[in-house]
């Protein structure tokens, strides 16, 4: 099907950017979000943007955790959401490990791909946030924009990283304020 120009995403990813990166979380009851994300989706939702999720997970490929359990972390995630009046459209993850060479594993594009044949998305008029420059580059790779947020890794960020960001924000919150100026 062909992109429709009038769909278009904001990509999230989920550890450092939603919520604090604990190495390897598999507990959905430790998942706290940070202050600021659901009135920031709320808003990015309000400025006719799909809001959407794309993790890498590894733990998965590493046998660290199950897909049960990431499926439990983001019914957690969806309902805290739910809870606070915001919605998050779809969540996509890798479970792959580095060395298996997958296609969804930011920063290739897999995931991106997918979420635009689901939602007949328009890539380049897309925005990916994120707090590693693996999703600096996720975006580049469609040439959607990408928002490179100050939290979880961010704050460790270095100058190539923050370069390459089309934006750099403090949090979900200040990238939220950026994507509805575009
Ligand atoms: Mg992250
Ligand atoms: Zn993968």
Not at 40 to 62: D, E, F, H, P, Y
Not at 122 to 132: A, E, F, Q, T, Y
Request: aromatic share 6%; charged share 30%; with cysteine.
């Amino acid at each position: 099907m062909r992109p429709n120009p009038k769909n278009r995403a904001v990509f999230l990813d989920r550890d450092g950017t939603l919520f604090p990166d604990a190495d390897y979380l598999d507990d959905p009851s430790k998942i706290r979000l940070f202050p600021g994300v659901i009135p920031a989706l709320k808003k990015i939702k309000a400025g006719g943007w799909k809001v959407i999720v794309g993790t890498n997970q590894s733990g998965i490929g590493r046998g660290y955790f199950s897909h049960a359990t990431v499926r439990g972390i983001h019914a957690r995630l969806l309902a805290l959401c739910r809870g606070g009046g915001a919605r998050i459209d779809k969540i996509y993850y890798c479970p792959h490990r580095p060395d298996q060479g997958c296609s969804c594993r930011k920063p290739r594009t897999g995931m991106l791909k997918a979420a635009r044949r689901d939602f007949r998305l328009d890539l380049k008029k897309c925005v990916v946030v994120g707090d590693k420059r693996c999703d600096v580059d996720w975006g580049r790779a469609v040439g959607a924009k990408s928002v490179l947020v100050l939290t979880g890794h961010g704050r460790k960020s270095g100058a190539a990283t923050r370069r390459r960001a089309h934006r750099v924000a403090k949090t979900l919150a200040h990238a939220a304020d950026w994507i509805l100026e575009q």
